[in-house]
């Protein structure tokens, strides 16, 4: 979700150079923002202290940037291409599912008011701090995503329909932790980075991708013939 189909990222990052100004340190340079992608609230808080050297504890950085966050999210906003292909996925019957490293709370604060793209998901939404998902197996472990499928699968199973398997998926992520997620899930990922991420990476990410799927600029660029969603599939 985050940096992929909304520019909470952006915001994230706003946040968070709110804190770094307060004790006088420059703004998050993509250097470490990078690292920090797609991991889990109180795990990104961690790894941000480690390197930031911030005088919190994790859980208060969690709940102070938590704070400052709540009045961000009203900003929120579909990326290009986002919500047109949350459309044509429903509109074509073609069984989709989100699972966002965001937690329960901020989840519904960035996307209350973007309810026209995000209840085309209908139940099929795995948040991070989902009972499902085994404590400390948040992406870059491919739990997330499995439960997402199984979510998928369930409902297909009541329906009398076949079973979805890991490799007949595509996973879109913009962050490296949810690339290396979606593959060690089995399936193939449409990985969609920021380009300042790319800059950092400096072409690392070619081999962080590897065979297992494709790099695009923006999802406006994703050619759905190609991986055969550009038609009704019943």
Request: net charge negative; hydrophobic share 35%; proline share 6%.
């Amino acid at each position: 979700m985050d940096g992929l189909l909304i520019n909470s990222e952006d915001l994230y990052t706003e946040a968070t150079n709110i804190v770094l100004r307060e004790h006088g340190k420059p703004n998050l340079p993509w250097s470490v923002k990078i690292q920090l992608q797609g991991l889990p609230g109180p795990e990104s808080a961690k790894k941000f202290l480690e390197l930031s050297q911030l005088p919190y504890t994790p859980e208060e950085l969690f709940a102070k940037t938590t704070k400052i966050q709540k009045d961000l999210w009203v900003k929120t906003q579909f990326l290009p291409g986002a919500l047109e292909l949350l459309t044509h996925l429903d509109k074509h019957k073609i069984p989709f599912a989100l699972a966002t490293s965001s937690h329960r709370y901020n989840f519904e604060l960035k996307t209350n008011h973007l309810s026209h793209g995000f209840d085309l998901f209908r139940s099929h939404i795995v948040v991070g701090d989902d009972p499902r998902i085994p404590k400390g197996r948040g992406k870059p472990c491919p739990d997330i995503w499995l439960v997402a499928l199984e979510s998928i699968n369930a409902e297909r199973r009541t329906n009398g329909k076949t079973e979805i398997k890991p490799e007949e998926c595509l996973v879109f992520e913009d962050g490296v932790p949810g690339v290396v997620a979606g593959k060690a899930a089995g399936a193939t990922v449409v990985w969609v980075p920021d380009v300042r991420a790319l800059e950092v990476l400096q072409g690392k990410e070619v081999e962080i991708i590897g065979d297992k799927g494709e790099i695009l600029e923006s999802l406006e660029h994703l050619n759905l013939e190609k991986y055969g969603i550009h038609q009704s599939h019943e």
